[in-house]
């Protein structure tokens, strides 16, 4: 039985959606965002090599001597945001560029080659340091000096401040994309369940009244359909059991109060003291009779629970024929004037099928019993054994009135008889017979036949004792 109450599963899908979607959010977010830092940075590198072009540029070749850097020249034709240091060989640096520069903070002994990223004050550059054989002039003492390396640098301060602001809006973005997203999902799944909670309390309404109502269609959802028709399918189920219950009930409660009746009413009477000793012997003999058929049915009601619960019963290997031929002797014993002949094919003689021997010696008594009983005066009754590929056939036939058209239906049915008002027949009989065959995977029908009744009990033969490529015979 469930029981509390579990997560909404609405609650539950709209969140794991909106999960998922702001994850992929963030992630487009973060690969936009690193794309332009990238790019960016791309850019500043670029940007390093072009002034180190403008800086080659800004030289002027005094023939076989060094390479002269021209300070003013340079100063006029570098970008805005390039600094370039100039280190003398005695370690003095100059700078060269729009804002001031703190030159003691350069990183002018770095190893050269390479772009890296540094900082100066609240500003941030990338630059690489180059070697230089020239010499430089002033450009407001004239004085010369010889230079030994060169750092070329770009600010990039700017271009962080991008990256950063854009990492604000895309988060702030995200944020609200992701609160729209959750109420646009919750929206949508709600409507996508509303099949899922029609079914829900359709069947809590059935639950609680006990009527029978067809489930919602579970349209449009293939997925929600096949949940309707499974809750219809178990609804109809459990009111065939109760159905299947109440008629028990009754037909029980029927059934034992005949017997019961007797013996109450026979008691009673001994009780009186009212009854001599002939007609004491006689009420005796009534209670005892009462009381056989008392546990007659109560044997078979326990039987048909047994079967019902557990049908696979103990499993051995039985010779039918032997079984129907001991079941044959018994009725001939009893009934020498009813039981005629048992006649088994060559092929079913040793035939084996695989269960119960007893539940099955009492399947075959049931039906040879039931055609004595049903037949009439004068019935002749006779069994026959047929064998297939895969399959035995036991053949019970009686020359009796048959079995009435509107009766063949309910015929297997429990407490079902066409003897109604008769103490001797509990309508279990055949019952037991067609849970038995169940039980062992067979079957048992009835057969059309000109005169009486014919019942067929098929059971599947044992798998080693099949023989391949025999076509069924025709019965």
Do not use: C
Not at 1 to 12: A, K, P, Q, V
Request: net charge negative; no cysteine; glycine share 8%.
């Amino acid at each position: 039985m469930i029981r509390g109450s579990g997560r909404s599963l609405e609650r539950t899908l709209a969140w794991r959606v909106v999960a998922v979607l702001i994850v992929g959010l963030l992630a487009l977010s973060a690969t936009l965002v690193w794309t332009l830092a990238w790019q960016l940075r791309g850019a500043a590198d670029g940007d390093i090599e072009t002034a180190l072009e403008v800086v080659a540029g800004a030289q002027d070749n005094a023939g076989d001597g060094p390479v002269a850097i021209n300070e003013a020249r340079l100063g006029r034709i570098l970008p805005s945001r390039t600094l370039v240091a100039i280190v003398a060989n005695d370690g003095a640096v100059r700078a060269i560029s729009t804002s001031a520069v703190d030159v003691g903070a350069l990183p002018v002994d770095h190893a050269t080659g390479e772009i890296f990223a540094f900082t100066l004050g609240s500003k941030r550059y990338r630059g690489e340091v180059v070697e230089a054989d020239a010499v430089a002039a002033d450009a407001s003492t004239g004085e010369v000096i010889e230079v030994d390396r060169l750092l070329v640098a770009i600010e990039t301060t700017s271009d962080r401040h991008t990256v950063r602001n854009l990492t604000i809006v895309a988060g702030g973005l995200t944020a609200i994309a992701a609160a729209a997203l959750a109420l646009v999902a919750r929206a949508v799944i709600r409507r996508s369940l509303t099949p899922v909670r029609d079914i829900a309390a359709a069947a809590s309404a059935v639950a609680a009244t006990g009527a029978s109502e067809p489930m919602p269609s579970g349209d449009p959802f293939s997925e929600t359909q096949a949940l309707a028709r499974s809750v219809d399918d178990a609804l109809r189920r459990r009111e065939t059991a109760e159905r299947a219950i109440r008629d028990f009930v009754a037909d029980a409660s029927h059934e034992l109060r005949t017997p019961l009746a007797k013996v109450q009413g026979w008691a009673d009477l001994l009780a009186s003291g009212q009854l001599d000793d002939e007609a004491a012997a006689a009420a005796a003999d009534k209670i005892l009779g009462a009381a056989e058929e008392l546990g007659g049915v109560v044997d078979e009601l326990a039987l048909l629970a047994a079967l019902d619960v557990a049908p696979q019963r103990a499993q051995a290997e039985v010779r039918l024929g032997d079984l129907v031929r001991e079941v044959i002797d018994e009725a001939w014993a009893l009934y020498p004037d009813a039981i005629q002949n048992f006649f088994p094919e060559p092929e079913a003689e040793g035939a084996t099928v695989k269960g119960d021997a007893t539940a099955l010696r009492r399947a075959v008594r049931n039906l040879v019993g039931n055609a004595v009983q049903h037949g009439g005066e004068g019935v002749h009754v006779s069994a026959a054994l047929h064998a297939t590929d895969a399959e035995l056939v036991l053949i019970v036939s009686d020359t009796g009135p048959g079995i009435p058209p509107e009766s063949r239906e309910r015929i297997f049915d429990r407490f079902f008889t066409t003897s109604a008002g008769n103490g001797r027949h509990s309508g279990l009989g055949l019952a037991i017979v067609a849970a038995v065959a169940r039980a062992h995977g067979g079957r048992v029908e009835v057969l059309d036949s000109p005169i009486g009744a014919t019942f067929a009990l098929t059971l599947p033969r044992s798998k080693g004792d099949r023989k391949e490529g025999i076509s069924p015979a025709t019965v």
